[in-house]
């Protein structure tokens, strides 16, 4: 052998070897018929296939237990018709007829027959009853006889197991005596699933070989359009076909019947006896598979394709719930498309409000979002936590807690984008944890950050306002007026000691923010601790009668009239507002104390 002859020679082997070793290479290469070459879903059914081969078909009637014998009338081209005899023997092979022969493989040079007993009077009910072990979508129902074909003949279906019957469809000569219904009724839209009752196919002749098929679609009007006819695609779809022969044919003995006393037992008796049951369709998968199988519990099931699982695909895979499951069509896949969650979640549910509102595009919900996402589809970060755009929102870090300070912001909740905590007055930094500039820290949880006091800071707020010409007969001072005692307690509404936290103006108003710390009198609508304001008229303030200062502790005692309108405290030229010592907490309790006891009255 020449070189040039043993490389490709060795080449040949090692494919030969290699497809040895593995038999389905082939099968592996070939395309998915769901989908096109580039990856895009299309609509996809398995093959048409006769449903009922060897599948078990219960019957009402078998020959052959006890043995019997039974006789036909055979025809002959231009011969007289004769009559043969034959037995039937369950227990002999070659003389049973059982039931399997129904649907077995039939040829010319393999005809079986089943054959029910005989029947000598009034006509017997005979039964077929057929389970598919699934459902499909049959277009025709065919009985090749080996008998003279039934006089009448009815064909039910079930679409659930057997549980429930519906009759499909009749063959009489009699149809309104036989069935209660008119012979070869018109179809409309209107009853495309109304059982139909006709006398075709019901003659006697031919004696054997004869032949009953019923088309599920023909004359239907919506069988032109069948993907857009659920009411057809109902009609056609059955777990379960049952037969029931109801009335026979007599064929009359050749020679005019004969008598006496050799008279065959078998005469004047009948019989069905049916070659082959045949159940033409598809596996339902719903146009979103191209094959069944058999599971491990050996039943058979669809290879779902296109996102979709269930016996018949009949619903969307888990998770995969953007859009209602549907039937494939020619036009259209719909293929069950995955909810969009950005990788943040393992659930979701199907909304149909939201799916219209899009334009029937979207209508999946993401539910229980992880990574500290929220939103439909998981897309923006939960309260308390804000995006981290150095990241995609799929990624599991792509969300930031905000850690807004506890005293310092005013809330939990951070910008999405920026993560910038909403901060108190006179606070800032991204989470609010520090003073602004020109604020210093307070001891007050409400107002953290307070301003910083300037010198004469009380004269620089009065000096737009015009000072009165006499500030000493205007305020009238009095001798000892910094002092405090029993008298002057009992002359004012209230006493409380307080600590000044801001300022602001309001026309011709000074309003103080402070934090009332110690209530030692409230007379009228009680005084609480916590924070107020207090309002003194700027002509008061800029005489500095009272004077106060910020970010101090003061002694206020005063009275409740004055303008209702401002919430607060009042104090004026007449109120006592001196800095706070601590030696006074003593004094003012035994001024309640005194109080209680009804001292005020006679003070």
């Not at 002999?92 to 022969?101: G, T, V």
């Not at 009752?197 to 032109?224: M, N, Q, V």
């Not at 037992?265 to 033409?280: I, K, T």
């Not at 008298?487 to 409380?496: E, G, R």
Request: aromatic share 8%; charged share 25%; hydrophobic share 30%.
């Amino acid at each position: 052998m020449s070189r040039a002859w043993r490389l490709p020679l060795s080449v040949c082997l090692l494919a030969a070897v290699a497809q040895a070793l593995n038999p389905f290479a082939v099968q592996q290469s070939q395309p998915d018929p769901c989908y096109e070459e580039n990856g895009t879903a299309r609509r996809c059914i398995p093959e048409f296939i006769n449903a009922a081969f060897g599948k078990e078909v219960q019957v009402s009637s078998t020959c052959g237990r006890p043995a019997s014998r039974s006789c036909s009338i055979t025809e002959r081209e231009e011969r007289p018709a004769v009559r043969s005899c034959q037995v039937c023997d369950a227990s002999e092979p070659r003389r049973a007829h059982p039931a399997s022969y129904l649907t077995d493989l039939n040829s010319a040079h393999n005809l079986t027959c089943w054959q029910s007993e005989n029947f000598h009077h009034s006509p017997q009910n005979v039964t077929l009853t057929l389970s598919l072990g699934k459902k499909f979508e049959i277009t025709y129902v065919s009985l090749q006889f080996c008998s003279p074909r039934p006089e009448s003949l009815a064909i039910y279906k079930s679409m659930d197991y057997g549980r429930n019957w519906t009759p499909y469809q009749f063959y009489s000569s009699q149809c309104r005596k036989m069935y209660n219904r008119p012979n070869k009724a018109a179809i409309t839209k209107q009853n495309e699933q109304e059982a139909l009752c006709t006398d075709g196919h019901t003659d006697l002749y031919p004696l054997s070989g004869g032949l009953i098929a019923f088309s599920t679609l023909d004359g239907r009007p919506s069988g032109k359009d069948f993907d857009n006819s659920p009411v057809l695609q109902d009609w056609v779809t059955v777990t379960d076909i049952r037969v029931v022969f109801s009335r026979p044919h007599f064929p009359r003995e050749p020679g005019g019947g004969g008598g006496g006393k050799d008279e065959d037992p078998a005469a004047g008796s009948y019989f069905y006896a049916v070659g082959e049951f045949q159940v033409g369709g598809r596996c339902k998968c719903n146009g979103h598979a191209a094959r069944c199988m058999k599971e491990k519990e050996g039943k058979l099931v669809c290879d779902c394709k296109h996102n979709t699982e269930g016996p018949e695909c009949d619903r969307c895979k888990p998770f995969h719930y953007d859009r209602p499951w549907q039937r494939a069509s020619n036009r259209e896949t719909n293929e069950c498309l995955a909810c969009n969650c950005n990788l943040h979640a393992r659930r979701c549910r199907f909304n149909m409000e939201l799916y219209k509102l899009s334009g029937r595009k979207s209508g999946g919900v993401c539910l229980n979002c992880r990574h500290n996402t929220a939103g439909r589809h998981c897309h923006y970060c939960k309260e308390g936590f804000y995006r981290d755009l150095t990241k995609t929102i799929t990624h599991r870090k792509a969300c930031k807690a905000c850690d807004c300070h506890p005293v310092g912001a005013a809330g939990k909740t951070c910008n999405q984008t920026t993560g910038q905590c909403p901060c108190k007055d006179g606070v800032t930094g991204i989470t609010c944890n520090r003073c602004a500039k020109g604020y210093q820290q307070s001891r007050s949880p409400v107002a953290p950050c307070i301003k910083i006091p300037v010198i004469s800071s009380t004269e620089a707020v009065v000096s737009s306002t015009e000072e009165p010409a006499d500030c000493e007969s205007y305020c009238k001072p009095v001798k000892g007026n910094l002092k405090i005692n029993m008298k002057k307690y009992c002359k004012k509404d209230y006493a409380v000691q307080v600590n000044v936290l801001d300022m602001e103006t309001v026309g011709d108003w000074a309003k103080f923010s402070v934090n009332v710390v110690t209530v030692y009198k409230s007379r009228g609508d009680p005084i609480k601790r916590g924070d107020h304001f207090l309002w003194i008229h700027m002509k008061d303030l800029a005489c500095k009668c009272p004077k106060i200062q910020m970010s101090k502790r003061f002694l206020v005692m005063g009275s409740t009239e004055g303008p209702s309108e401002r919430a607060g405290l009042l104090a004026d030229k007449n109120s006592l507002v001196i800095q706070w010592r601590d030696v006074w907490t003593r004094r003012l309790r035994k001024f309640q104390r005194k109080e209680k006891k009804g001292k005020c009255d006679t003070a």
